[in-house]
Structure formats: C-alpha cells, structure tokens
C-alpha cells in the first residue's frame, strides 16, 4: 500500500533552477475522530513522518498530524540537479513506503 | 398613472435600489470571511501552542516575513490547500508548524528544512473543521517564533 507519485514542475528543468517538487502519498489519514456507519469511531492512523532527501542529503522533514488531508499533498522548492530524489514515510500504525524518483536536468 | 410618470418611477427605483443592492451583495461578499479576532479560539489553539511549542500565544510576533497562500472560502474543510512560504533562508529556520484554532486538534504539520531546500516553502493540504484561522508559526533559529494567520471560511467542516 502507500503508492506514491513524485513530480517535479517545471518537468524538465535546467541544472540550477529552483524547482516545485510535488509529492502525493495514497494513504486514508484517518483522524480518529470520524465513525463508521454503526456509529463506531474508526482509529486514527496518518503518516506521522517523511522525509525527502536529494542525493543523499535532507530536503525535508515533515511530521504531519491528524489535520493533513487523506491522499496528502506534500511540496518543497529545490535545486535542479542531476541524481535521486527519495521519499520514505511512516504512518501511526508501523507501515512505511519509500519511492525513488531519477531527476533529469538538461545542461 | 401616465406612460412617462410610470417610466421615470420606474427609473427613480432602479436609480435607488438597483446599485444598492449590488452594493449590499459586495457587502455580503466581504462580510462571508470574517476577521481574524471574530473567529479565533485562543483557548484551543493556546492549549496545542503549550502541548507542541512550550509557549503561550502572546509569545508569538506577527510577521510579514511569512505568508499563508489558502483560498479565502472553501467548500470542503476535508482539503483545503496551504501554502506557507518565508522570506527566511531555510538555513535560519528551525522549524515550522500549522495550527487551526478550532479543530479538535488544532496542530497540523511539524516541517524543518535540510541543505538541500532550495526556499523556506511548504505547501500541503489540510483539514479545516469550522471557519477558523489558520496559523503558521516559523520558530527561526535565533529562538524568535513568527506568526501568519489566515481566515479560510470552510461550508462544509472536514473532521466528520
């Protein structure tokens, strides 16, 4: 579970611009305060971490809480380079995903 | 009543109600998103700056350096997208967290920057529960926490 999709705006850029670098996480992000339909209240489980790093090194961390919508939308501004932007979250209940996504830049 | 009497009343009524109705509607317009003192709760939002920050409301200083982008109204509280940027190096800022006053838990998101952050720049989306304003708080690194707030007006609450 947790298929997440990473995009970088503009899509192909050129090495060195600052870029808007999108990520969706397919996750529920169930608050806990919202009941089933018996009435019962459904236990929270969200996304309590992630990280994105470019090349090794940290773009981000961010600690969402019950408050981030379901199907989250995280984004940061970047540097165009070359190499491997990566993703990897945690939720509340142990699951975790990670997504590597190749950068291209053109010269 | 003659033709020209009925026209010129006619037209003496649109004179008088047609643009003052168009100006009641603007005043409507501006008056569906209220201020921020009309909607906060300082109580709320009090309790989760203690709980996450160890400080209290009036420890905050308002600053133009940071900026909320939301809509003004949105019809659904479940997703309401935020952006909240600085006019900061990353490098300054130790941390960044969002609150919504009313929600039943008003903290949202905790987000620090590493090396390779090209700006002080986030954008997520989040849940609103009722018409409250929504707070950054950038803690820089020299120990100042710095405060945006902006009003969403939200018709249909996202916590339910």
Redesign the interface.
Same mark, same amino acid.
């Given at each position: 579970m947790g298929l997440i999709l990473i995009r970088v705006s503009p899509r192909k850029p050129k090495k060195g611009e600052? *870029?808007k670098l /999108?990520i969706v996480v397919r996750h529920p992000m169930e608050?806990g305060?919202?009941?089933d339909d018996e009435g019962k209240l459904i236990p929270a489980k969200y996304i309590n971490e992630l990280e994105v790093?470019?090349?090794g090194?940290?773009?981000?961390? *961010?600690?969402? /809480?019950?408050?981030?919508?379901?199907n989250?939308?995280?984004?940061?501004?970047?540097?165009a380079e070359p190499g491997e932007i990566t993703v990897t979250y945690k939720d509340t209940a142990g699951e975790s995903g990670k997504k590597v996504y190749k950068l291209k830049v053109a010269e | 009543m003659n033709r020209r009497k009925f026209l010129k009343g006619t037209a003496t009524l649109v004179a008088l109600f047609g643009p003052s109705r168009w100006l009641v509607a603007g005043a409507q317009q501006s008056a569906q998103v209220p201020g921020v003192e009309e909607v906060q709760d300082l109580k709320n939002l009090g309790k989760s700056l203690k709980e996450v920050l160890g400080i209290g409301f009036d420890q905050l200083t308002p600053s133009e350096k940071v900026r909320i982008n939301a809509p003004k109204i949105a019809e659904s509280g479940a997703n309401v997208p935020v952006e909240i940027e600085a006019d900061l190096p990353p490098s300054e800022v130790k941390a960044l967290h969002c609150f919504v006053d009313k929600n039943p838990f008003p903290h949202i998101f905790e987000a620090s920057f590493g090396p390779k952050a090209a700006a002080t720049y986030f954008a997520t989306r989040i849940r609103i529960a009722e018409t409250a304003p929504i707070r950054a708080v950038l803690v820089t690194k020299d120990g100042k926490y710095l405060l945006a707030s902006h009003v969403t007006r939200v018709t249909v609450g996202g916590c339910g």
């Open positions: 600052t *870029v /999108s608050p305060t919202r009941r790093t470019q090349n090194e940290r773009v981000a961390l *961010v600690k969402p /809480s019950r408050g981030v919508s379901a989250p939308l995280f984004a940061f501004k970047i540097k | -």
